[in-house]
């Protein structure tokens, strides 16, 4: 398995890595021999979500014994303190874990970014676990170029998750921009 270190985080995750979504198709003791083949391959970095059903308990299941051998990522689509410090937190029991790697702002709008920033936003709460040792980084995942554009700007954006295949190459610019920064850039739907 070939490694790269996630920009700005230090992290060293494998360059293949779990995006959760498809874990709501199988069950837990699926997800738990999943993660221990995914283990066994050398693959080390997870991808979940809040609003993916299932996939963070299942995901929490498979992990109990072996969690630090794995980079933890999730995201939320939390847009306010309150909601965002929740989430997190519902995060943490869900995983069965005491820290995640990298918590990620969950595909916002423009305007919704504006609200995560904004007093009383997301970020507050997102900076508050950051500083308790609740999670290690933080992260923003889009669909839209505007959006990646704008976080590159963002002083608090560690990584960026965005779509990047033979389809869509819309981010490529901006794939080039982030690494010039030291934004670690992670590929959604390769």
């Known amino acids: 398995m070939e490694y790269r270190v996630l920009g700005k985080t230090g992290l060293k995750i494998s360059r293949i890595g779990l995006g959760g979504i498809p874990i709501q198709r199988i069950d837990a003791e699926g997800t738990k021999k999943l993660v221990y083949q995914l283990m066994e391959a050398g693959v080390n970095y997870i991808d979940t979500a809040r609003g993916y059903t299932v996939s963070e308990q299942y995901l929490g299941y498979s992990l109990e014994g072996i969690r ?8 939320s689509m939390a847009r306010t ?4 410090a929740k989430d ?3 995060s943490l029991g869900n995983l069965r874990t005491d820290y995640i790697d ?3 702002v969950h595909n916002p709008n423009m305007a919704q970014l504006e609200q995560v920033i904004a007093q009383g936003g997301a970020l507050e709460a997102l900076l508050e676990a950051k500083a308790a040792g609740k999670i290690g980084h933080i992260g923003l995942t ?3 170029v505007e ?3 704008k976080a590159l700007e963002l002083p608090w954006v560690e990584t960026i998750m ?4 033979i389809v869509e190459t819309q981010g490529e610019a901006l794939i080039k921009k982030a690494a010039e920064k030291n934004i670690g850039f992670v590929d959604m739907k390769p």
Not at 68 to 75: G, N
Not at 81 to 84: I, L, N
């Open 81 to 84: 303190k309150e909601a965002m």
């Open 147 to 149: 959006v990646f554009e």
């Open 142 to 144: 889009a669909h839209s």
């Open 88 to 90: 997190i937190d519902i």
């Open 162 to 165: 965005f779509p990047y295949n």
């Open 102 to 104: 990298l918590y990620q």
């Open 68 to 75: 630090d051998k794995f980079v933890l990522a999730t995201k």
